[in-house]
């Protein structure tokens, strides 16, 4: 039995990098680059994508649901491109690429990944589908990408848990003094990693500062991934469900002045993210 604290050891082990996550994957960056490049062709970017044969399969998927049924089957990443647009295509890859790392050994942590990972897809699309709903287009992107990111602290806890767990056998590490360490800690531990990953501020500080009180300084984007969310809580997308949550009354959902209307629509938009998260 080790004479240190969990939390010790946790920050021992992040500091050390015995347990940190990846890097921030390459082939996002360069997508996320690509998009903002005016003279890249879509047969260079196509090219790029079919190289990856599951992130090249899942946007073939994507292209080829319901719901572009009744247009014509789609068989090349280059005829995908243009029936979803790259913005779409970046997000179908930081989705394959970030659901690589929801994944462990033990049973019941694998459990609580999957129900994490369904939930930080929800916060995802359900912020950027506010962000549109609202008329916030140029912000759709960073709402998605900061509702993605906004637990990541969850996800490097689990980990560092899970291989503490398997290098010391007697090391006593009770579910709910789990569970209270991650509610506790993943804010400032996924503020940590996106720095490491070199990601952007608003990522940063919607990691760090979305379960604290909103202030006259929350951003619109922050405000954004809180409502989706509560609401990702309240239908149960989520590891510790909260079905009482009444968002209508909130002081982001009073910010970004949403009707019950509006939040009923999101809640829909959240129960189909579940099919992408699959």
């Given at each position: 039995m080790s004479e240190k604290s969990l939390s010790e050891l946790i920050d021992e082990a992040i500091t050390s990098g015995a347990s940190a996550l990846p890097v921030f994957p390459r082939?996002?960056?360069?997508?996320?680059?690509?998009?903002?490049?005016?003279?890249?062709?879509?047969?260079?970017?196509?090219?790029q994508l079919a190289m990856d044969a599951?992130?090249?399969?899942q946007i073939l998927r994507v292209a080829n649901s319901s719901f572009y049924a009744g247009l014509g089957s789609i068989n090349t990443v280059k005829d995908a491109l243009v029936r979803l647009g790259l913005p779409r295509i970046v997000q179908i890859a930081t989705?394959?690429?970030?659901?690589?790392?929801?994944?462990?050994?033990?049973?019941?942590?694998q459990q609580y990944m999957v129900k994490l990972w369904q939930h930080s897809v929800a916060v995802a699309l359900g912020a950027e589908w506010l962000a549109k709903r609202l008329s916030f287009q140029t912000i759709a992107e960073e709402?998605?990408?900061?509702?993605l990111f906004h637990d990541i602290g969850?996800?490097?806890?689990?980990?560092c848990l899970e291989d503490l767990a398997a290098k010391d056998l007697n090391l006593n590490l009770p579910a709910d003094l789990q569970r209270e360490l991650i509610i506790r800690q993943h804010e400032s531990k996924g503020a940590w990693l996106l720095q490491e990953w070199n990601l952007p501020e608003t990522y940063r500080k919607v990691a760090a500062n979305h379960h604290q009180p909103a202030t006259e300084h929350t951003g619109t984007?922050?405000?954004?991934?809180?409502?989706?969310?509560?609401?990702?809580?309240?239908?149960?997308?989520?590891?510790?469900?909260?079905?009482d949550l009444v968002i209508s009354s909130s002081e982001e959902a009073g910010r970004l002045g949403l009707s019950e209307i509006m939040l009923a629509e999101l809640e829909i938009a959240l129960e189909d993210s579940l099919a992408l998260s699959a």
């Open positions: 082939a996002v960056t360069e997508l996320r680059l690509a998009l903002q490049d005016e003279n890249r062709s879509l047969d260079a970017i196509a090219k599951s992130l090249a399969s989705l394959v690429t970030q659901k690589g790392l929801f994944a462990a050994k033990d049973a019941a942590t709402a998605f990408m900061a509702g969850e996800l490097l806890l689990l980990r984007v922050e405000l954004l991934v809180r409502v989706a969310d509560m609401v990702a809580y309240k239908l149960g997308i989520a590891p510790r469900p909260q079905p």
